[in-house]
């Protein structure tokens, strides 16, 4: 049942009429446009939807398990959140969802820390994508995060830095790059993206994998035995927002 919030981009059957699938996108932006003026204007609604939804749970649920992993009682934290391409959160409903959902997290991540009496010598949570205007950089101060400036600092995280790279719907170039820049670092670090085993899959299938430099990296991802990756579920009122992502580790 339609409830007026869902946007129909999953599951609809294939049909080859230009004027059905014309009508349809015509559907989809109109519910998008109509999802946009109502959480632009009522961002607490928005944060409930995704606290109640099926993906934030659950993505809370694996980090959480990611850290109560380690003996971090009384031990000195470094720890980071790095939201890379997410794109313009004033201007983009996906980027505005998607950087919400990061927010929400990070929130919750203080609480986890102070709860366990963990003790966080460094907690940073950056953000950065080429595309930022100044309402973006505003919405960013306004909720807590940095824009991260340096290559250095939004790309490679230090030994034994805990981290989570947040990087819904970037290219898989930039998964290639984050997975080789911190290959000293893996079993510390979280993924949250697009799945590498399906751009593996895809480019295997479609005969591409020789025409991309970054497919021997993803692919030596993939065959490292500490590599688990789990699917996520959608956000139910913007399938968009996440789809294809998983929760990628390289915990032993």
């Not at 980027?95 to 927010?103: D, K, M, N, W």
């Not at 309402?135 to 400036?149: A, Q, V």
Request: hydrophobic letters at 35%; proline letters at 3%.
């Amino acid at each position: 049942m339609d409830d007026g919030w869902s946007v129909v981009t999953k599951g609809s059957k294939k049909d080859n009429s230009a004027a059905l699938k014309k009508a349809q996108n015509a559907v989809n932006r109109e519910k998008v446009e109509g999802i946009r003026s109502h959480f632009y204007t009522d961002e607490k609604d928005l944060f409930g939807k995704i606290r109640s939804s099926h993906i934030y749970p659950k993505t809370k649920e694996l980090v959480f398990n990611f850290l109560e992993s380690r003996p971090l009682k009384g031990q000195e934290v470094s720890f980071s959140i790095r939201s890379i391409g997410v794109g313009s959160m004033t201007s983009s409903l996906y980027a505005y969802i998607q950087t919400s959902l990061i927010y929400l997290l990070q929130q919750d991540l203080v609480d986890f820390f102070n709860t366990h009496q963990v003790q966080l010598s460094s907690f940073f949570s950056g953000i950065n994508d080429p595309i930022f205007t100044e309402k973006d950089l505003e919405y960013i101060k306004e909720h807590e995060m940095t824009r991260i400036e340096n290559d250095l600092d939004l790309w490679i995280t230090k030994q034994g830095e805990l981290s989570i790279f947040y990087m819904p719907h970037c290219e898989k170039e930039i998964y290639a790059k984050v997975f080789e820049l911190n290959k000293d670092n893996l079993e510390n670090i979280i993924i949250i993206g697009n799945s590498f085993q399906r751009y593996i899959d895809h480019l295997e299938l479609t005969g591409k994998s020789q025409t991309f430099s970054g497919f021997p990296v993803l692919k030596s991802a993939t065959e490292d035995p500490r590599y688990k990756e789990e699917d996520l579920p959608g956000f139910q009122h913007c399938y968009e927002a996440f789809n294809n992502t998983s929760f990628m580790t390289f915990t032993k």
